[in-house]
């Protein structure tokens, strides 16, 4: 997927990064339980069901930890405070507080703290929806 470098929000993330851990988060948190351990027939068979099942070698979790983890610490402190604003701790009127108080809350969890919100997408796409951001055309481009 393509993955810019140039920061095209306010906060100082690109609306492209922030579309691609919005669709991995969705991708893993749309995992269910292993209904069979060991599936051996035609996936066609099992109407894809594995595809949904959160199997301990599932890439989706490594991939998007792996992601966030790279962000450099602008970014991450972006990231976090445009999940807050998406979430309605913070407003767009307040971003640079919300950007404040997120880098001084910084530490090595990022990732861990994001992917653990079942609905961080959500809030991700609410923040940048509040800037007049979307993923609308992100998501054309790479489902």
């Not at 035609?42 to 894809?48: A, R």
């Not at 969890?109 to 959500?122: M, N, Q, W």
């Not at 809030?123 to 054309?140: H, V």
Request: glycine residues 6%.
């Amino acid at each position: 997927m393509h993955k810019p470098e140039e920061p095209d929000m306010p906060l100082g993330i690109s609306t492209d990064k922030v579309c691609f851990i919005v669709v991995k988060a969705r991708e893993f948190h749309a995992k269910v339980e292993v209904v069979e351990p060991n599936p051996g027939s035609n996936p066609s068979d099992e109407d894809f069901r594995e595809i949904l099942e959160d199997y301990a070698d599932d890439s989706t979790y490594s991939e998007l930890r792996s992601f966030i983890t790279d962000l450099n610490s602008d970014e991450a402190a972006a990231l976090v405070a445009l999940a807050w604003i998406g979430r309605g701790d913070y407003d767009k009127a307040d971003a640079l507080v919300a950007l404040a108080a997120a880098r001084e809350a910084q530490n090595q969890r990022t990732a861990e703290y994001l992917i653990g919100k079942p609905l961080v997408a959500e809030y991700l796409e609410d923040g940048l929806a509040a800037f007049g951001e979307s993923c609308a055309d992100f998501e054309k481009g790479h489902l």
